[in-house]
């Protein structure tokens, strides 16, 4: 049952955990159309990436045709880790750390690529066995070589996998899926609330179909301080 915006506060405030997208939501921009930028084809992948985000294609699709179009090799991944420094949304670290000293679990969960979400998890002191992201294989030359379909997260669905395997291992009762799109909102079930964030990019279909939908993480920090001296 869908639950009204005071539920999702409340389940908000008691989180034991939360699951961040990270494209759009914990960073500004969407890593797989920067990394074709550098790679050259940056406009063929953005219209899939639009396509993905709006729920009118499959993920798993999507990743597929996307990365087959930019095809980025060992070095191309490297050398663009190396450069693009992680640029993240307004109060995103402020918002991570009071979460940590609350001592709720901070999850990184994207469609994304485990190896240019690292150096951003890193900065946040989220670990890196927090991430649940995509991982690229390449041909011993260095050559892409597809990628480990594998991952829960490689496919529509793969979200909601997560959600649930983290809470049957940790027994999590409050967990809280935040993002920008499709694939966050239909993690939830089995995350206990679902909050939309609109800060980089709005998804019509998300800012309609979310009990609580921000698009400024200043909303979900004061919420909590204002928890705190209540």
């Given at each position: 049952?869908?639950?009204?915006?005071?539920?999702?506060?409340?389940?908000?405030r008691?989180?034991?955990?939360?699951?961040?997208?990270?494209?759009?939501?914990?960073?500004?921009?969407?890593?797989?159309?920067?990394?074709?930028?550098?790679?050259?084809?940056?406009?063929?992948?953005?219209?899939?990436?639009?396509?993905?985000?709006?729920?009118?294609?499959?993920?798993?699709?999507?990743?597929?045709?996307?990365?087959n179009?930019?095809?980025?090799?060992?070095?191309?991944?490297?050398?663009?880790?190396?450069?693009?420094t992680?640029?993240?949304?307004?109060?995103?670290?402020?918002?991570?750390?009071?979460?940590?000293?609350?001592?709720?679990?901070?999850?990184?969960?994207?469609?994304?690529?485990?190896?240019?979400?690292?150096?951003?998890?890193?900065?946040?002191?989220?670990?890196?066995e927090?991430?649940?992201?995509?991982?690229?294989?390449?041909?011993?030359?260095?050559?892409?070589?597809?990628?480990?379909?594998?991952?829960?997260?490689?496919?529509?669905?793969?979200?909601?996998?997560?959600?649930?395997?983290?809470?049957?291992?940790?027994?999590?009762?409050?967990?809280?899926?935040?993002?920008?799109?499709?694939?966050?909102?239909?993690?939830?079930?089995?995350?206990?609330?679902?909050?939309?964030?609109?800060?980089?990019?709005?998804?019509?279909?998300?800012?309609?179909?979310?009990?609580?939908?921000?698009?400024?993480?200043?909303?979900?920090?004061?919420?909590?301080?204002?928890?705190?001296?209540?």
């Open positions: 049952m869908a639950l009204d915006m005071a539920s999702v506060k409340n389940v908000w008691a989180a034991d955990a939360v699951c961040f997208d990270v494209d759009s939501t914990v960073l500004k921009d969407e890593a797989l159309d920067e990394l074709a930028k550098f790679c050259g084809v940056g406009q063929e992948v953005q219209e899939w990436t639009n396509k993905a985000m709006g729920g009118g294609v499959s993920f798993r699709e999507a990743l597929t045709e996307r990365l179009i930019v095809k980025p090799s060992h070095k191309n991944l490297s050398d663009f880790v190396s450069q693009h992680p640029d993240f949304s307004p109060g995103i670290k402020e918002l991570v750390a009071i979460l940590k000293e609350r001592g709720v679990a901070v999850y990184l969960v994207s469609g994304g690529m485990t190896s240019i979400i690292e150096p951003a998890a890193e900065i946040l002191s989220v670990p890196f927090n991430i649940y992201a995509n991982k690229l294989k390449f041909y011993y030359h260095g050559d892409y070589a597809g990628f480990d379909e594998d991952q829960p997260t490689s496919e529509s669905g793969g979200k909601k996998v997560v959600v649930q395997r983290l809470k049957d291992k940790f027994g999590y009762k409050n967990l809280v899926m935040i993002g920008d799109g499709a694939t966050d909102m239909e993690a939830c079930p089995p995350a206990d609330a679902f909050i939309g964030y609109g800060g980089n990019v709005v998804r019509e279909k998300v800012q309609q179909g979310a009990q609580w939908f921000v698009r400024d993480f200043q909303e979900l920090i004061q919420e909590l301080v204002k928890d705190e001296s209540s």
